[in-house]
């Protein structure tokens, strides 16, 4: 293995152009942050992608699969001679394979910030906070133990806050981030507490101890943390599952998926980073990594997991047929994504044929970063365009925008799952794993495979053909090169990552896969797909009153639909009747009168007593001298008569 | 009529002792509180000497003692009546009542 210290670099150089931008950016004249942060980046990325050649192809391979490395390894926080919070970084195919997206997808989405931001105020603030992001998203997947990875995970949280409110004049912003902040936050609770238990449970933080330690059947400690505890789960099986909620959180897998359509007003390029490709996958990312642990000790656990994926994943999927503002559809069409790779990895087993969700899973969240990071790149240059979100305001802009045309098309057809772009592999690798485990599961993943293609290609339809919209033709055209060519290299990723041999890179027993594409079994998700595009084509391609139609025919349903199953009204509902009133409003009463009324009281003895005490300094000498007098007569009698 | 003793010279000192304690506290003005300390003090000289005449011949402690109360007596009054004039500067009175603002 050659020298890898210079690993640290790649997380720590954004880190030091989000502190120079974060301290002198308002120095620097024009564009030149813009430059500094994607110098930052591109060397990263650079270094990213060298250490993947290498890791893949040479020093990482050992004993006809791949090791996991742990290359730097610093004692942090030492408590005891067992437990011990090291800060460090574990090399293994999915941290090797994430890192490698991350600072990607972040050079993409720096090259394009510098178009589609030109000329913007705070450019310095931006692109600072893009490099904090990107710190804290490196720092995340290459960490070693759980409490590196924690901490991390709520700088990913800071910096998507601060993102999500950059333009924070507008209040919709401002709420969007405080709603997305709070959500993942008290999610996070929840891996908080799951964390504490496992490293209860295993006596460690460190990935690889607790995989050792919790998946060692014949060992007699592993006896003790898999009896059941608290409501009939083991010690192992309440801290997955704690963990799993913080992994839901960031995910916005449901019923925590309320933040992601909100989150959308931030800045496009940032929701093309960190709402689509990196952010919310860290999720599935946080149980690939423990997914021995789950796999081995709590299989049970995996079904709830496959349960909230492929429900979350056909949820959004309805709900992306309905709205109108570009952004949201991307947002719902993300969380029926990430809804794919979790139940991918639900229906996985550990090793092996059986580890092939695992793989499909992994290959899905590659492929997703690729195509969605277009897709929201390519959503960012249409509203460049026309200066609206709505869908309404679009139409006809396929002349105008030809390459964003061309990019869009590609992406759409990629997460479609139409062969031979990228989607289509990770679709298909997802869907026999589903098939192999659970029927029911399949079904439904295939009809939310229909509604994918349906609902990406209402976007594009109405989007790029149709007529043009009420304020389509006074906008710009295309912007200028720094937001194409993002565009065109994404797109090629988007057509060119299916045919990435990734069973040979990333399995769950880190020993190569053979995958196999059955024709018989393509057909039916590639003919669903076609149908979906098809509908959407006879639909949105020209202007009918169809869509309206139909809209009208289903009345409540539809309105329940567009309305997103009115969860945000439950959710308000809740906090405002139940949280303030039972739990705030009691809360309030107690600081008010019982903590508040302690502190007064505290403060109106002393007044009161200082009011009878102050009489005696009257001013006047002779009455002082009295009491002297008066002391002393006192004091010689006592003197006299008691000693 | 026999030759004075020392509870003679004991009862002028405790008397000019009480008469300098009433004056101190009952008169308003501070050059009279100020001779009456000066009584006091004086009271106090009496006792030293007394002492020392009657019960330490040999020995002459009392009288220096007396001799350094004396001076200390002298310098004493000397701050006081800085003070008071000071106070007559700035009150235009020498009414001890006048110098109640000490309080604040």
Same mark, same amino acid.
């Given at each position: 293995?050659?020298?890898?210290?210079?690993?640290?670099?790649?997380?720590? *150089?954004?880190?030091?152009?989000?502190?120079?931008?974060?301290?002198?950016?308002?120095?620097?004249? @024009?564009?030149?942050?813009?430059?500094?942060?994607?110098?930052?980046?591109?060397?990263?990325?650079?270094?990213?992608?060298?250490?993947?050649?290498?890791?893949?192809?040479?020093?990482?391979?050992?004993?006809?699969?791949?090791?996991?490395?742990?290359?730097?390894?610093?004692?942090?926080?030492?408590?005891?001679?067992?437990?011990?919070?090291?800060?460090?970084?574990?090399?293994?195919?999915?941290?090797?394979?994430?890192?490698?997206?991350?600072?990607?997808?972040?050079?993409?989405?720096?090259?394009?910030?510098?178009?589609?931001? %030109?000329?913007?105020?705070?450019?310095?603030?931006?692109?600072?906070?893009?490099?904090?992001?990107?710190?804290?998203?490196?720092?995340?997947?290459?960490?070693?133990?759980?409490?590196?990875?924690?901490?991390?995970?709520?700088?990913?949280?800071?910096?998507? $806050?601060?993102?999500?409110?950059?333009?924070?004049?507008?209040?919709?912003?401002?709420?969007?981030?405080? %709603?997305?902040?709070?959500?993942?936050?008290?999610?996070?609770?929840?891996?908080? +507490?799951?964390?504490?238990?496992?490293?209860?449970?295993?006596?460690?933080?460190?990935?690889?101890?607790?995989?050792?330690?919790?998946?060692?059947?014949?060992?007699?400690?592993?006896?003790?943390?898999?009896?059941?505890?608290?409501?009939?789960?083991?010690?192992?099986?309440?801290?997955?599952?704690?963990?799993?909620?913080?992994?839901?959180?960031?995910?916005?897998?449901?019923?925590?998926?309320?933040?992601?359509?909100?989150?959308?007003?931030?800045? #496009?390029?940032?929701?093309?980073?960190?709402?689509?490709?990196?952010?919310?996958?860290?999720?599935?990312?946080?149980?690939?990594?423990?997914?021995?642990?789950?796999?081995?000790?709590?299989?049970?656990?995996?079904?709830? =997991?496959?349960?909230?994926?492929?429900?979350?994943?056909?949820?959004?999927?309805?709900?992306?047929?309905?709205?109108?503002?570009?952004?949201?559809?991307?947002?719902?069409?993300?969380?029926?994504? +990430?809804?794919?790779?979790?139940?991918? *990895?639900?229906?996985?087993?550990?090793?092996?044929?059986?580890?092939?969700?695992?793989?499909?899973?992994?290959?899905?969240?590659?492929?997703?970063?690729?195509?969605?990071?277009?897709?929201?790149?390519?959503? &960012?240059?249409?509203?460049?365009?026309?200066?609206?979100?709505?869908?309404?305001?679009?139409?006809?802009?396929?002349?105008?925008?030809?390459?964003?045309?061309?990019?869009?098309?590609?992406?759409?057809?990629?997460?479609?799952?139409?062969?031979?772009?990228?989607?289509?592999?990770?679709?298909?690798?997802?869907? *026999?794993?589903?098939?192999?485990?659970?029927?029911?599961?399949?079904?439904?993943?295939?009809?939310?495979?229909?509604?994918? /293609? $349906?609902?990406?290609?209402?976007?594009?339809?109405?989007?790029?053909?149709?007529?043009?919209?009420?304020?389509?033709?006074? &906008?710009?055209?295309?912007? @200028?090169?720094?937001?194409? =060519?993002?565009?065109?290299?994404?797109?090629?990723?988007?057509?060119?990552?299916?045919?990435?041999?990734?069973?040979?890179?990333? #399995?769950?027993?880190?020993?190569?896969?053979?995958?196999?594409?059955?024709?018989?079994?393509?057909?039916?998700?590639? /003919?669903?797909?076609?149908?979906?595009?098809?509908?959407?084509?006879?639909?949105?391609?020209?202007?009918?009153?169809?869509?309206?139609?139909?809209?009208?025919?289903?009345?409540?349903?539809?309105?329940?639909?567009?309305?997103?199953?009115?969860?945000?009204?439950?959710?308000?509902?809740?906090?405002?009747?139940?949280?303030?009133?039972?739990?705030?409003?009691?809360?309030?009463?107690?600081?008010?009168?019982?903590?508040?009324?302690?502190?007064?009281?505290?403060?109106?003895?002393?007044?009161?007593?200082?009011?009878?005490?102050?009489?005696?300094?009257?001013?006047?000498?002779?009455?002082?001298?009295?009491?002297?007098?008066?002391?002393?007569?006192?004091?010689?009698?006592?003197?006299?008569?008691?000693? | 009529?026999?030759?004075? &003793?020392?509870?003679?010279?004991?009862?002028?000192?405790?008397?000019?002792?009480?008469?300098?304690?009433?004056?101190?506290?009952?008169?308003?003005?501070?050059?009279?509180?100020?001779?009456?300390?000066?009584?006091?003090?004086?009271?106090?000289?009496?006792?030293?000497?007394?002492?020392?005449?009657?019960?330490?011949?040999?020995?002459?402690?009392?009288?220096?003692? #007396?001799?350094?109360?004396?001076?200390?007596?002298?310098?004493?009054?000397? =701050?006081?009546?800085?003070?008071?004039?000071?106070?007559?500067?700035?009150?235009?009175?020498?009414?001890?009542?006048?110098?109640?603002?000490?309080?604040?």
């Amino acid at each position: 293995m050659p020298d890898t210290t210079y690993l640290y670099l790649i997380p720590f *150089l954004p880190l030091a152009g989000f502190a120079c931008l974060g301290l002198f950016g308002r120095r620097f004249p @024009g564009q030149t942050s813009g430059w500094l942060a994607t110098a930052c980046i591109a060397v990263s990325a650079a270094m990213a992608l060298s250490t993947a050649f290498g890791y893949f192809s040479d020093w990482g391979r050992e004993g006809g699969g791949y090791a996991s490395l742990q290359p730097i390894d610093v004692p942090w926080l030492v408590f005891t001679e067992e437990l011990a919070i090291h800060l460090g970084v574990l090399l293994d195919p999915i941290s090797v394979m994430m890192i490698c997206i991350v600072t990607f997808v972040s050079l993409m989405v720096h090259v394009y910030s510098l178009g589609y931001l %030109k000329g913007a105020d705070r450019l310095p603030t931006y692109f600072a906070f893009l490099g904090l992001f990107t710190f804290s998203m490196l720092g995340l997947v290459m960490s070693s133990n759980l409490f590196q990875m924690y901490i991390c995970w709520e700088l990913v949280g800071v910096s998507s $806050f601060l993102l999500i409110g950059f333009y924070f004049s507008s209040p919709a912003a401002v709420a969007a981030s405080k %709603k997305a902040f709070i959500v993942t936050r008290f999610a996070d609770l929840g891996f908080l +507490i799951g964390i504490l238990i496992l490293g209860e449970g295993a006596d460690s933080y460190d990935f690889l101890t607790i995989i050792e330690r919790l998946t060692a059947t014949m060992d007699p400690n592993y006896a003790a943390v898999m009896a059941p505890t608290f409501l009939g789960f083991s010690v192992i099986g309440w801290g997955l599952g704690l963990v799993f909620i913080g992994g839901m959180g960031k995910s916005a897998m449901f019923p925590l998926h309320i933040w992601l359509p909100d989150a959308m007003e931030g800045p #496009t390029p940032v929701s093309a980073l960190i709402h689509a490709a990196t952010m919310v996958v860290a999720g599935v990312f946080l149980v690939a990594r423990l997914f021995p642990v789950y796999a081995v000790s709590v299989p049970e656990l995996l079904s709830w =997991v496959t349960l909230i994926g492929v429900f979350s994943a056909l949820f959004a999927a309805v709900i992306a047929c309905t709205q109108t503002d570009i952004k949201r559809v991307l947002a719902y069409s993300t969380m029926s994504q +990430i809804g794919f790779m979790m139940f991918a *990895l639900g229906v996985s087993g550990y090793g092996g044929e059986a580890g092939l969700g695992y793989m499909a899973s992994q290959f899905h969240l590659f492929t997703h970063a690729l195509f969605k990071a277009l897709l929201f790149l390519c959503a &960012g240059a249409v509203i460049h365009a026309v200066h609206s979100n709505e869908l309404k305001d679009m139409g006809g802009l396929r002349h105008r925008l030809p390459v964003t045309h061309a990019c869009f098309l590609i992406a759409c057809l990629a997460i479609a799952g139409l062969p031979p772009l990228a989607g289509f592999f990770s679709k298909e690798e997802i869907l *026999l794993a589903a098939y192999q485990r659970n029927h029911t599961v399949f079904y439904l993943a295939l009809a939310t495979s229909g509604l994918t /293609a $349906f609902y990406m290609f209402r976007l594009y339809f109405n989007i790029f053909w149709g007529q043009g919209g009420a304020t389509g033709h006074h &906008g710009h055209g295309e912007g @200028g090169g720094f937001m194409m =060519v993002p565009l065109v290299i994404l797109s090629m990723g988007a057509i060119g990552a299916g045919f990435v041999p990734f069973g040979q890179f990333v #399995t769950s027993d880190r020993l190569p896969l053979e995958t196999h594409l059955h024709l018989g079994f393509s057909i039916a998700p590639v /003919a669903l797909g076609l149908a979906g595009i098809g509908l959407a084509a006879l639909l949105y391609r020209k202007p009918s009153p169809l869509p309206g139609q139909i809209a009208s025919r289903l009345g409540a349903v539809y309105e329940t639909v567009y309305d997103r199953f009115y969860v945000d009204e439950l959710y308000q509902f809740v906090t405002k009747q139940v949280v303030f009133r039972c739990i705030g409003a009691p809360a309030a009463w107690v600081d008010r009168h019982v903590v508040n009324g302690l502190v007064d009281f505290t403060g109106n003895t002393a007044l009161k007593l200082s009011e009878t005490v102050k009489g005696l300094q009257s001013g006047r000498v002779q009455q002082y001298a009295l009491v002297f007098l008066c002391g002393l007569l006192l004091l010689g009698l006592l003197l006299m008569y008691i000693f | 009529m026999t030759e004075p &003793g020392l509870p003679h010279l004991l009862f002028i000192g405790a008397a000019l002792f009480f008469i300098g304690v009433f004056g101190f506290l009952t008169r308003r003005n501070l050059i009279t509180m100020l001779m009456s300390v000066e009584l006091v003090l004086n009271s106090v000289c009496i006792n030293f000497v007394a002492f020392n005449r009657y019960l330490w011949q040999e020995r002459l402690d009392g009288v220096f003692i #007396t001799i350094f109360i004396i001076a200390i007596a002298a310098a004493e009054a000397a =701050v006081a009546i800085a003070i008071i004039i000071h106070l007559y500067r700035s009150h235009r009175t020498i009414d001890v009542g006048a110098a109640e603002d000490m309080k604040h």
